[in-house]
């Protein structure tokens, strides 16, 4: 089975940093261009990022308004995707989600909140 | 940046009755090279992660009931529910994939008449 499970929410005070991480199984995680999609709260869905598979030359591509503050980053030996998160600002504050990526995002793990308030 | 128009904002529709969700993009999302529209459709249950639906315009994802089905083509699309059920109470999103920063619609909330 397909399954992507994300970690490393929490509450974080403004300026602060976060790492989550994302967790696949189920399929060749190395094959796989991957997104992270986030959802603040009673609103709808914006788009993050997403990294290419390492053969597509890996690299990472940002909305505007985390451009600069987070990075996106995989390690396919460990099958896992990360999303660093620094300078982290009220307005970050929603679950984030992990997804497959082929333009669409076909697969979606459950999501992790982040909360950023003093 | 593209600009993805959703309307209705929500929609009450009653059982067994067709659901018709529209989407407008900003630009076409039409391309050239393939002939292809590079838009998807995804269903969000309360409290869960959304759900991808169709890709390229109309084609339904493995598993998705044939009752959901995609139309358009370059700025104007169409989700359409031919037969409502309960457990299609839901948000629907559309989203374009032609070009980042991939933009969302704002929603539309579907429930039971």
């Known amino acids: 089975e397909v399954q992507l499970v994300e970690s490393g929410g929490g509450l974080v005070k403004p300026g602060g940093s976060l790492r989550l991480s994302c967790a696949a199984s189920g399929f060749t995680f190395s094959q796989a261009a991957m997104s992270w999609v986030r959802q603040a709260p009673g609103k709808g869905l914006e788009w993050v990022g997403r990294?290419?598979?390492?053969?597509?030359?890996?690299?990472?591509v940002y909305a505007a308004p985390v451009q600069g503050r987070f990075t996106i980053s995989r390690d396919d030996s460990e099958n896992t995707l990360y999303l660093q998160m620094n300078s982290l600002k009220t307005e970050d504050t929603a679950v984030y989600y992990c997804?497959?990526?082929?333009?669409?995002?076909?697969?979606w793990g459950k999501g992790t909140t982040v909360t950023v308030s003093s | 940046d593209f600009v993805m128009t959703q309307s209705p904002d929500s929609l009450a529709v009653s059982l067994g009755e067709r659901a018709t969700i529209n989407c407008k993009s900003s630009?076409?999302?039409?391309?050239?090279?393939?002939?292809?529209?590079?838009l998807a459709w995804y269903q969000q249950k309360p409290g869960q992660p959304p759900k991808l639906l169709i890709s390229?315009?109309?084609t339904r994802e493995s598993g998705v009931p044939d009752r959901f089905s995609g139309s358009g083509s370059g700025t104007d699309f169409t989700l359409t529910i031919s037969s409502l059920q309960a457990e299609d109470v839901a948000v629907y999103y559309c989203?374009?994939?032609?070009?980042?920063?991939?933009?969302f619609g704002q929603g539309t909330k579907l429930e039971i008449k």
């Open positions: 630009q076409s999302v039409l391309s050239s090279s393939n002939n292809k529209n590079f």
């Open positions: 997804t497959t990526y082929r333009g669409y995002m076909d697969v």
């Open positions: 990294i290419k598979k390492k053969s597509d030359d890996g690299t990472a």
């Open positions: 989203q374009e994939y032609y070009a980042t920063p991939f933009t």
């Open positions: 390229w315009a109309s």
